[in-house]
């Protein structure tokens, strides 16, 4: 049989089949179906115009409001009563307040070899846990819920060969931010990313999360991870076992391959209005800033935290500075709490929430007006994401954004007095 | 020719609490060019660069392209989450990289299904796209292709 890679595997598991290679399309059995606050409403309208509305296996489905939490208005309670009362009435796994959706499916749900869909772009995060996510619109969501199937495209796979370890003071979002700079925000489009190698080990869950998260700003169908003993022991620790663990074969074939040695990476910087326009971090010294954010499904986890703490302890958020922190989960803000993290964000001046997507969708908490610029640990720096349309998004590690709300400028934390 | 049209210059966030699609086109492109959506009138045909609707997966981005009359958008490349969500809300999308480099706007393109593009008196030739995606856009979208092949429609 001709060697495949994770991806291939994946969805020869969930089609049934033994083989499947690159182009093939392949009816597929989805083992979960996350979806969130953003677009639900749209999928529940169109499940009542059916005419015989059912649900394939509710097991499967796993809901969760994450998007303005706390509702802002009266539209939003209405739209998060719909998604409340829908899940409700069919016995619908449902988390509200719990958290940003795929912290909580990696807290929670993610298995190694499972197909899941999500109906939110960064799906692509479970390949930390070596599951193929991929991120899907409401009606092919409502398809797959009514079905138990979709349609899957079997996609090229581009492999990273990761060898080093990242350099003090640099992170995994400096590593993500630099693969997209160099294959470009559709490098990857309709391709699965695979990362190995023997740098992989050195890279923790919370950073393995993060890579693959951010993968979808190249463009990619979905990311996928080796799976090894840092995998499994975090699965371990959240009481869970994998459904398969699949590696790619000997020979298995890649459209290309990238080999990156980690000690090269630097901290990097990802200037408006595009997540591949990357610069090292130090050409963006002096720019102005007026909000920082410390959060989202990409960078609000405790490792994160620890990191923003470090740099924040001891010193004061610039006084026109407003940083926001907002863990990704209930249990990293009460992680956080324990360590006394808390203590040294609020000593500092920062403004902490409760977890939600916050700023990094552009609604609710946190949103800026015109002519701000934000520095953010979020996912985008689009044109208009982060607030108003003339505003200005950078995107960088947890380290950098807390040391340029001390400073009050972009620069990196070795470069605070 | 602009390039990574990404989801929320169609539809930005702030508008998606609007309670139908008809609320929103006003806002269509509106970070890009707030004047745009008064001008596009049905039978209008987009033409741009590269992975057009990259970004979110918020499916009312086609559904908003749909309800502001255009036909069918041509780009250089397509996001992939776009693209499904396109078909299944029966919006045509055509990769096509030629196009660009001669159009103008305001130029009239004639698209002919699955045969090519015709402009100022130039062919180019498109991909053929599999029946069964061309049977979900003629329907309207998956939901209503679903409902004819069962005979509810």
């Known amino acids: 049989m001709k060697p495949m890679t994770i991806a291939d595997k994946i969805i020869a598991a969930a089609a049934g089949v033994d083989h ?28 009542h115009k059916l005419k015989n509305p059912r649900i394939a296996d ?38 509200e307040g719990a958290g940003v959706c795929h912290q909580v499916m990696m807290e929670n749900h993610v298995r190694p070899g499972e197909l899941i869909f999500g109906a939110d772009s960064h799906t692509c995060a479970y390949g930390a846990l070596g599951a193929f996510g991929t991120g899907v619109g409401c009606t092919d969501y409502l398809y797959a819920m009514v079905t138990g199937k979709s349609w899957v495209l079997v996609p ?15 992170y995994a979002r400096d590593l993500i931010l630099t693969i997209i700079g160099q294959i470009s925000a559709n490098g990857a489009n309709y391709m699965a990313m695979e990362f190995g190698g023997e740098g992989l080990a050195t890279l923790t869950m919370a950073d393995r999360i993060a890579i693959c998260n951010l993968c979808v700003e190249a ?70 800033i007026d909000e920082a954010f410390i959060g989202s499904c990409n960078n609000g986890r405790i490792e994160d935290l620890r990191v923003a703490a470090a740099v924040l302890k001891g010193r004061k958020v610039h006084p026109l500075v407003r940083l926001l922190v907002v863990p990704a989960s209930q249990t990293v803000y009460q992680q956080a709490l ?15 929430m409760n977890a939600n997507c916050s700023v990094c969708w552009g609604s609710c908490q946190g949103v800026i007006g015109e002519g701000e610029t934000l520095i953010s640990t979020g996912t985008r720096n689009f044109k208009g994401r982060a607030g108003h349309p003339n505003s200005f998004v950078y995107l960088a590690s947890a380290a950098t954004v807390a040391a340029s709300a001390v400073k009050g400028e972009i620069v990196t934390a070795d470069m605070l007095d | 020719m602009v390039y990574d049209i990404d989801t929320n ?97 305001g130029d009239t393109v004639t698209v002919t299904v699955n045969q090519d593009i015709e402009h100022a008196g130039k062919h180019y030739a498109i991909t053929s796209l599999p029946q069964n995606l061309v049977d979900i856009i003629s329907a309207g979208g998956l939901v209503k292709a679903m409902r004819k092949l069962n005979g509810l429609e």
């Open chain 1, 338 to 352: 324990q360590e006394g993290l808390m203590e040294i964000f609020m000593e500092a001046g920062a403004i902490v």
């Open chain 2, 9 to 105: 210059i169609i539809i930005t966030t702030e508008y998606l609490e609007l309670k139908t699609i008809q609320d929103m086109t006003p806002f269509a492109f509106s970070p890009l060019r707030p004047e745009l959506a008064a001008q596009i009138q049905p039978g209008d045909i987009i033409v741009a660069g590269k992975n057009f609707g990259c970004g979110s997966s918020r499916e009312q981005a086609p559904e908003i392209i749909k309800a502001l009359g255009i036909r069918c958008v041509i780009a250089k490349s397509f996001a992939r989450i776009f693209f499904r969500n396109s078909i299944n809300n029966g919006l045509l999308l055509i990769e096509n990289s030629d196009l660009q480099a001669a159009v103008q706007e």
């Open chain 1, 156 to 170: 090229e796979t581009l492999r990273f060969n990761l060898t080093g370890r990242l350099p003090e003071g640099v």
């Open chain 1, 58 to 95: 509710v097991s499967k489905l796993v809901w969760v409001v994450d998007h303005n939490v706390p509702c802002d208005s009266p539209k939003t309670a209405a739209s998060h009563k719909k998604m409340r009362d829908f899940a409700k009435a069919h016995g619908i796994t449902f988390y």
């Open chain 1, 219 to 288: 463009g990619a169908k979905t990311a996928l991870m080796e799976v090894d003993q840092v995998a499994l022991d975090y699965l371990a620790e959240h009481g869970r076992t994998p459904k398969h663990i699949f590696k790619s074969d000997e020979g298995a074939k890649y459209a290309q391959v990238y080999d990156i040695d980690l000690s090269t990476i630097q901290p990097i910087v990802a200037k408006p209005h595009f997540v591949d326009n990357v610069v090292p971090a130090a050409e963006c010294t002096g720019v102005k």
């Open chain 1, 20 to 47: 499947v290679q690159a182009g093939d399309i392949n009816t597929v059995e989805v083992d979960k179906l996350l979806i969130n606050y953003g677009t639900t409403h749209l999928t529940i309208d169109m499940y």
